[in-house]
């Protein structure tokens, strides 16, 4: 796979021509993934670097935050996606109300034109961007023709009768449809986080269990999942639950994640969590006892879901120019 450059500010001076693509991507979804394997090919065929252009934070979370999405990503996760897709460069420029304000002629001028050397624009079916969103494809096919870079606009990628949106993601986490956010994504959902202490309930309990902070802004519907967790480059099958406790009556959301079959001390220690099935809901129990009784059963349902599971990471169908990355990523590819 190859290295991708990532560019963090402004001014940029990018010395080769360059094939771009513009958008926020958030989830980098197969819809994405096509976008980006156009801009790669393309890149190819015009002996340019492939790039692409996107913005940080979140435009809305500067300009309407009580609208903003919780994003599928993290910042880190994204640049990683990105680069997996055989992407040259990345440039994640700084988004402030300055930038909101920027008539889409200068942004061409300063951005795609001085500063990424532009020759060929790729755009996705609905982009629109700059002041009033006035950047959207009839004006940069006519800024194209000015400066003497091609604009492609490419048709809604779409799977079945509906098309590929972070959106749709969302709706299934929401849902806890995690079996089903595969299809979208190219890979299961991820979350990574911190060890931390926690109350020690699931120890008590016989259970032990791993209680992760993370910077992720959204997480599957509270309930129980079947896992796959990686640390320290192993993969260890486990069962994680999402809520509130509220046997326990707690407040805030938890993450409490227990492997299967592990013994050690995982305090402070970084795991990565991915989603593979859902169990059940949350649920209020009388008693101690009968808590024991249904995370037994949570357990052994676990055991037989995870069994012939296989964690994809990324789904890679470009070769990034060497043969042996093509076909399928598991097991130690991207996440």
Same mark, same amino acid.
């Given at each position: 796979?190859?290295?991708?450059?990532?560019?963090?500010?402004?001014?940029?001076?990018?010395?080769?021509?360059? =094939?771009?693509? +513009?958008?926020?991507?958030?989830?980098?979804? %197969?819809?994405?993934?096509?976008?980006?394997?156009?801009?790669?090919?393309?890149?190819?065929?015009?002996?340019?670097?492939?790039?692409?252009?996107?913005?940080?934070?979140?435009?809305? #979370? =500067?300009?309407?935050?009580?609208?903003?999405?919780?994003?599928?990503?993290?910042?880190?996760?994204? *640049?990683?996606? +990105?680069?997996?897709?055989? +992407? @040259?460069?990345?440039?994640?420029?700084?988004?402030?109300?300055?930038?909101?304000?920027?008539?889409?002629?200068?942004?061409?001028?300063? =951005?795609?034109?001085?500063?990424?050397?532009?020759?060929?624009?790729?755009?996705?079916?609905?982009? *629109?961007?700059?002041?009033?969103?006035?950047?959207?494809?009839?004006?940069?096919?006519?800024? $194209?023709?000015?400066?003497?870079?091609?604009?492609?606009?490419?048709?809604?990628?779409?799977?079945?009768?509906?098309?590929?949106?972070?959106?749709?993601?969302?709706?299934?986490?929401?849902?806890? @449809?995690?079996?089903?956010?595969?299809?979208?994504?190219?890979?299961?959902?991820?979350?990574?986080?911190?060890?931390?202490?926690?109350?020690?309930?699931?120890? #008590?309990?016989? &259970?032990?269990?791993?209680?992760?902070?993370?910077? #992720?802004?959204? %997480?599957?519907?509270?309930?129980?999942?079947?896992? #796959?967790?990686?640390?320290?480059?192993?993969?260890?099958? $486990?069962?994680?639950?999402?809520? &509130?406790?509220?046997?326990? $009556?707690?407040?805030?959301?938890?993450?409490?994640?227990?492997?299967?079959?592990?013994?050690? @001390?995982?305090?402070?220690?970084?795991?990565?969590?991915?989603?593979?099935?859902?169990?059940?809901?949350?649920?209020? &129990?009388?008693?101690?006892?009968?808590?024991? *009784?249904?995370?037994?059963? @949570?357990?052994?349902?676990?055991?037989?879901? %995870?069994?012939? *599971?296989?964690?994809?990471?990324?789904?890679?169908?470009?070769?990034?120019?060497?043969?042996?990355?093509?076909?399928?990523?598991?097991?130690?590819?991207?996440?």
């Amino acid at each position: 796979m190859t290295s991708m450059e990532i560019v963090r500010q402004l001014p940029l001076q990018h010395p080769e021509p360059t =094939v771009v693509t +513009i958008g926020n991507f958030d989830g980098v979804h %197969l819809g994405h993934r096509e976008i980006f394997r156009r801009v790669v090919s393309e890149a190819r065929r015009l002996q340019a670097a492939s790039a692409v252009l996107t913005f940080h934070p979140h435009p809305l #979370k =500067v300009l309407a935050p009580e609208q903003a999405p919780r994003l599928l990503n993290t910042r880190e996760e994204k *640049a990683r996606l +990105i680069g997996a897709s055989c +992407i @040259d460069l990345l440039v994640e420029l700084p988004f402030d109300h300055h930038m909101a304000s920027m008539e889409p002629e200068d942004f061409v001028a300063a =951005v795609l034109v001085r500063g990424l050397n532009v020759t060929k624009l790729i755009i996705g079916h609905d982009y *629109a961007f700059g002041r009033a969103r006035r950047g959207n494809a009839a004006f940069l096919a006519e800024a $194209g023709s000015r400066y003497g870079f091609e604009v492609e606009q490419l048709p809604p990628i779409r799977f079945g009768d509906q098309i590929f949106s972070s959106t749709l993601v969302r709706r299934r986490l929401g849902a806890g @449809d995690v079996r089903g956010v595969v299809e979208l994504l190219g890979r299961h959902f991820t979350l990574e986080g911190r060890v931390i202490h926690g109350a020690n309930r699931g120890e #008590k309990l016989g &259970f032990p269990t791993a209680n992760l902070l993370t910077e #992720k802004e959204i %997480l599957p519907r509270p309930g129980v999942y079947a896992v #796959k967790v990686k640390h320290d480059g192993r993969m260890f099958d $486990g069962v994680m639950n999402i809520g &509130f406790n509220p046997t326990f $009556g707690l407040e805030r959301i938890s993450l409490e994640v227990h492997l299967l079959d592990y013994a050690g @001390d995982l305090y402070d220690e970084t795991l990565r969590v991915y989603f593979i099935e859902r169990l059940r809901e949350e649920m209020v &129990f009388a008693s101690g006892e009968e808590l024991v *009784a249904q995370i037994r059963r @949570d357990i052994e349902l676990g055991r037989e879901v %995870l069994a012939n *599971a296989r964690v994809i990471e990324y789904r890679e169908y470009l070769d990034c120019g060497r043969a042996e990355d093509n076909g399928c990523r598991s097991e130690g590819g991207q996440s």
